[in-house]
Every structure is written in structure tokens, then in C-alpha cells.
């Protein structure tokens, strides 16, 4: 076995210590499971929670009792709001506190199934964070003397959310006289209003603990990019670890760029293409950039089908939980050679706990910040 050495990241002993609460009441739980996923879509999650049918309850209400008399909370109440906290307590005093702790998600409850076995009995909550009220909500307003940035604060605003939004100055009425602009629906869910929006302005929306991000890319990991990458090491820090290196020239490809160009009045469109010896399909990728010329289409055009030409290694990475590990923070990796040892970003991160494994934190990574699959 070859010595590699020692680039730090290692955690001094502690224990993984959290806590569940619904609607405000902490209660007891197996286990859990937080996906933070890709930017644009909805993380979700699963909880496994004990669970007893008994003769009656020594209160009026419980969340994990149910009985003849007085039915759980859990199966009456119609909103279900979770929050899981986690993280490492340095001080093990017998009980934690949330501001010990990192809240890793704020969600909904889409689902619940009570389970019966010879083992005992049990409840499974699944639920999506904020992003689920923009998407189980429709809207027929089209808001055509609104801008993008007033839109997206409205909304936030309307479920209760904090906005934390990138002022834009043209209005939405603008776009929608853009041929090339898909905003025809009479009615869509708002969360599709927002990604339209957004790609219009060449952003990104997302909804990241209680509030919702509406700008560019670059300023939401601006914080996460500007750290030194966190170090993981084969045989040292990792558990497991798969890598593949998963070239895009396997098929040709296009590229569309569509954008409107407010200053001149004016619609540009421009394509770039790349072709490989041997391939027979090809694939093809549609951005709707605001603001272009059609110089600046073109090229932007170009960049984007030289970078989806470059060859990626994609992986799975699993290892000791840290909240600190989400979509768009970079992972430098060592000890596996050349080629593979490099810096990562994480694409998708799937944080889990239970009393029996402690806290784990799995990891879709690729060496490009964006593309392929989420």
C-alpha cells in the first residue's frame, strides 16, 4: 500500500448529535435521510419515526402515540412543517439544544406511512423543502409591467419566505413579446414561472433553508468558492469511494442561445456545434440569456458547447458527515493517482443519521461545477 499524505480534514472526536422537530414540537427519530439536491429543484427527505397505537393518551395530543380515543397529530393535522438539525457537540451534555446545531432542512410533509411489523411499529414522513409551495401552487398572472426581481420577492413573500433577490430592470411583458421566450402558458405552477424567469436573466433560483435566492450562480457559491477546498483522502478520511470518467464526446453536440437585447429592441439567436468521428446521436442544450448582443450570443454560444466537450469524471463519495457539504461547495480529493486526484464539485449531496450509524454524508461529484446529470 502506497503512503499518501496526511492533507488534514480529519475530526478530532465528538459525538453526531439531532434534532427533529414538527410543527415546532421536537420529537424522537430513528433515522433520517436530507437530499440537497441540484440547484433549480426541490431537496427533500425521509424520516423514520417510532410509533405506538395504545389503549389512551396521558395527553391530549401526541405525534407518535395514536389511540381509540384520540387520534395522532400526525394524522389529523392537515400542514406538517419538519425541521432537522444536525451536527458534531463537543460539550456531551445530556441534552442538545437547536443552536447547538446546523438546521440542514425546512420542509413540507408530502406523505405519511404508518408501518406494522412483528418488530413493532412505525412512521415514515417524505417531504420536499419550500421549493414544494411554488410548485403545488399555480398562477394564471402573467405580470407584464413587473420585473423578474419584483416577481420573485411577491412570491417569496406570499409563502412567507425571506427573498433574497438580484435586482433586474426590464419587465416581464418585455420577454414575453420574445418569440424564442416559452411564457405562453395560461396557467403554470409558480416554481416554472421562476425557472423561466430566471433563465431569462441568466440566473438561478433555488430555496435554501427558509428563504429563496433569486440571482446569478456565481454570487450564491461565491462564499463556498472563495474556501480552500475541503481535503478527502483515500484511506484516510473517505469510506467510499466510485469515480468515472464519462467523456462528452460520445455524442455531437449543439448548443442554442437565444437572448433579448432591450438596449437595441432587438432578438438574437446563435447556435454552436461540435461533432465527433464515430458518434450517432447528438445532444443538444437550449439557454435563454438575457441582455445579449449577437456577438456576445455567439460566443457565449461557443463557451458553453468547449466546455460540455471537455472530458468529466463524475463520482460518488461517501464519508463522516459535515453540514458544511452542499451543492456547489468544491472537495479537493487525494490518494487515488493521477487524473483522479483533483478538485471536485459537489452536484448532489445526501446527508443521513440513525442511532445505529451515526451521520454519514454520500456525494455526487464532477470535476465541471455544472452539467451532465443532476
Known amino acids: ?60 395530543s401526541s405525534y407518535l402515540l395514536n389511540s381509540i380515543e384520540t387520534p ?31 438546521r440542514i432542512m425546512y420542509g413540507l410533509v408530502d406523505s405519511i406511512e404508518v408501518k406494522f411489523s412483528s418488530s413493532g411499529e412505525a412512521v415514515s414522513l417524505s417531504g420536499r423543502n419550500m421549493v414544494a409551495v411554488f410548485l403545488d401552487n399555480k398562477i394564471n398572472e402573467k405580470f407584464p409591467n413587473l420585473t423578474s426581481s419584483q416577481i420573485a420577492e411577491m412570491l417569496a413573500e406570499k409563502h412567507g419566505l425571506k427573498p433574497r433577490v438580484a435586482q433586474t430592470y426590464t419587465t416581464v411583458g418585455t420577454y414575453a413579446n420574445d418569440e424564442s421566450a416559452e411564457m405562453s402558458n395560461d396557467s403554470q405552477a409558480e416554481w416554472d414561472l421562476l425557472t423561466s424567469l430566471a433563465e431569462q436573466e441568466g440566473f438561478i433560483v433555488c430555496v435554501l433553508d427558509d428563504f429563496l435566492y433569486f440571482g446569478p450562480l456565481e454570487n450564491l457559491l461565491h462564499d463556498q468558492l472563495a474556501q480552500d477546498p475541503m481535503a478527502y483522502t483515500w484511506g484516510q478520511n ?25 438596449s437595441q429592441s432587438q432578438h ?49 463519495v461517501t464519508v463522516t458527515g459535515d453540514t458544511q457539504l452542499r451543492v456547489g461547495t468544491r ?15 459537489i452536484r448532489k449531496a445526501s446527508h443521513t443519521f440513525s442511532q445505529t450509524e451515526g451521520y454519514r454524508t454520500n456525494l455526487s461529484i464532477s470535476t465541471r461545477l455544472l452539467g451532465g446529470d443532476s
Not at 269 to 296: I, N, V
Open 72 to 102: 395522532s397529530e400526525l394524522l389529523v393535522q392537515g400542514t406538517l412543517l419538519v425541521e432537522i438539525f444536525v451536527g458534531f457537540q463537543h460539550d456531551p451534555k445530556p441534552y442538545v439544544e437547536p443552536s447547538d446545531l446546523t
Open 238 to 262: 473517505v469510506l467510499e469511494l466510485s469515480i468515472t470518467r464519462n467523456p462528452h464526446a460520445a455524442k455531437n453536440l449543439t448548443i442554442d442561445v437565444h437572448s433579448y437585447n432591450a
Open 268 to 316: 438574437v439567436s446563435a447556435s454552436a456545434k461540435r461533432d465527433f468521428p464515430g458518434a450517432d446521436s447528438t445532444y443538444q442544450e437550449r439557454h435563454f440569456l438575457a441582455g445579449l448582443t449577437q456577438e456576445q450570443a455567439q460566443q457565449r454560444a461557443q463557451a458553453l458547447v468547449d466546455q460540455l466537450a471537455e472530458m468529466e469524471l463524475v463520482g460518488s
Open 331 to 345: 472537495i479537493a480529493l487525494y490518494g487515488v493517482g493521477q487524473v483522479l486526484s483533483d478538485f471536485y464539485y
Open 1 to 60: 500500500m502506497i503512503h499518501v499524505q496526511d492533507h488534514g480534514n480529519r475530526r478530532t472526536f465528538s459525538v453526531p448529535r439531532s434534532l427533529v422537530r414538527i410543527n415546532g414540537q421536537t420529537v424522537w427519530c430513528n433515522s433520517w435521510m436530507v437530499n440537497l439536491n441540484a440547484v433549480n429543484q426541490a431537496d427533500d427527505f425521509n424520516l423514520e419515526l417510532p410509533f405506538q397505537v395504545v389503549e389512551s393518551l396521558h395527553s391530549d
